[in-house]
């Protein structure tokens, strides 16, 4: 089980880390009125609107579409190039070439200026490569999905961050309700002590005491609304709030009790068999994989030949732009090239290549470890969240007993004032106890369904497809 320590740290981590994200959408300024506008805001609701207004979700979802570019940079690697081009050239020949010329002539007259026109349109197709586009395009189509699979990563992690920080405010709202009980059975008992004491029969110094356990409680009311507001602050920012607060007014939806007969079993195999389908970061090793062996494949097209084919229609024409038809000529031309020798440069590339491959499969089995670990670590915290409760729930019913046996004994005389004030402080600890286990429980269960990746089913309609749009 989670302490509150801990607890704490996930939350403020949670807290830092989204302040470090980029600007807000339009829709997520759609989404936080239509926060505005809740009275009530369950868990279910806040990682919705966190899914669509977070924005770093939406800088992945920009780094899926740019994935998605360098497919298409790929394909057009399969289309003819075409290129147009024209020149336009003005001359003026010096007077001595002119006097050279037109005594050459005769004494002809010679015209020093002249124009000269060139038009141009020429094709290059690459006809073969040695399936070098085949493999690019393979590997830019795995980088999209890698990219696909990292912002559904981040949507698992956002999802999990949202349930711990709601969670650490129904904590702070849960130990408020401890502390306000203390508070208010404090009172009570200093006002009965008080009427003791006018009537000749009580002492100041348990009016006194009970003075100082009321500004205790106050205390921990005290602690327990710091916490709330801070734990509201994390949750906003991963919620898209700009101003980093919650709406006022918004109050959450409270837990309820898990009984014994709402624990499932657990069964380790198939949760291992569930995270290795819905595991997006394991998905993205996958594919890192598989995007290694096209990485090879575009490595080894180097050692084929290329074969390309060419063509050009150029025209030239002196004095005017009026082009005919005698004035073009076309070519055509077939062109193949073979690297005999290239002082083992590809060869390394490929071994480069081979390598990284390697290094990929050996991260693929350690990230399936990795894994396989997380979720065995759930499992075993789910189960000590499950009797920790069952333990705590039986402990409050018997400190509950003894501090009113305590009280009956204190309110008789056979009781001191002190053991009094041990139980009720026993009760409180106890009732804190008792709430940190019931919070611990929803944590973990959440957990496990991260660690699985689970999370993210009841989404993949909604929000998969939207980083691809």
């Known amino acids: 089980m989670k302490s509150i320590e801990e607890i704490t740290v ?6 830092f880390f989204m302040l470090l994200t980029l600007s807000f959408t339009s829709v997520a300024a759609a989404q936080t009125k239509r926060l505005d506008e809740l009275k ?12 669509q207004d977070n924005p770093s979700l939406a800088a992945a979802a920009e780094r899926v579409e740019q994935a998605r570019q360098k497919i298409e940079q790929v394909r057009a690697l399969y289309w003819p190039s075409i290129d147009a081009g024209g020149t336009a050239v003005t001359s003026r020949m010096s007077a001595n070439d002119a006097a050279v010329q037109s005594l050459l002539l005769g004494g002809a007259d010679i015209d020093r200026n002249s124009e000269n026109y060139k038009v141009n349109l020429g094709a290059s197709w690459l006809l073969f490569d040695g399936f070098a586009r085949k493999f690019s395009k393979l590997t830019a189509e795995y980088g999209q999905q890698e990219s696909e699979q990292a912002r559904r990563d981040g949507m698992r992690l956002l999802l999990q961050s949202v349930a711990e920080s709601y969670y650490a405010a129904q904590l702070a709202l849960s130990n408020k309700a401890i502390a306000e009980a203390d508070y208010a059975f404090n009172a009570n008992q200093e006002k009965e002590a008080r009427a003791s004491m006018d009537a000749g029969a009580g002492s100041l110094s348990a009016v006194l005491n009970f003075q100082v356990q009321m500004n205790n409680a106050s205390t921990d009311i005290l602690l327990a609304e710091r916490d709330y507001d801070l734990a ?3 949750l906003a920012v991963l919620l898209g709030r700009e101003s980093g607060t919650m709406p006022r007014g918004l109050d959450l939806l409270p837990v309820e009790m898990v009984e014994d007969s709402d624990f499932m079993e657990l069964s380790a195999d ?6 290795k389908t819905h595991r997006p970061d394991l998905l993205r090793q996958e594919l890192s994989l598989q995007r290694a062996d096209s990485t090879v494949g575009v490595n080894r097209a180097r050692l084929y030949p290329q074969v390309s084919l060419n063509g050009s229609l150029n025209g030239n024409r002196t004095d005017d732009m009026g082009f005919e038809g005698d004035d073009f000529g076309s070519s055509i031309l077939v062109n193949l090239s073979y690297n005999i020798f290239r002082g083992g440069g590809d060869q390394a590339r490929i071994a480069e290549a081979r390598a990284y491959r390697r290094e990929a499969a050996r991260l693929l089995v350690q990230q399936e470890n990795r894994v396989a670990s997380e979720v065995r ?4 915290r789910l189960d000590q969240a499950r009797a920790q409760l069952k333990l705590q729930r039986a402990s409050v019913k018997l400190v509950e007993q003894s501090r009113d046996l305590v009280e009956e004994g204190y309110k008789a005389g ?4 002190a053991r009094f004030n041990e ?15 019931l919070i ?3 944590i973990n269960r959440h957990n496990l369904k991260t660690v699985t990746g689970e999370s993210l089913l009841p989404y993949a309609d909604g929000f998969m497809e939207s980083g691809t749009k």
Do not use: H
């Open 10 to 15: 996930n939350w403020k981590a949670a807290f």
């Open 40 to 51: 009530i805001l369950d868990l279910e609701t806040a990682q919705q609107i966190a899914l």
């Open 232 to 234: 509201l602050s994390g």
């Open 270 to 275: 198939d949760l291992l068999k569930t995270a």
């Open 377 to 380: 670590q759930a499992i075993t």
């Open 414 to 417: 056979q009781e001191s004032l």
């Open 423 to 437: 139980v009720q402080r026993d009760l409180v600890r106890t009732q804190s106890r008792l709430a940190l286990s």
């Open 440 to 442: 611990s429980l929803y």
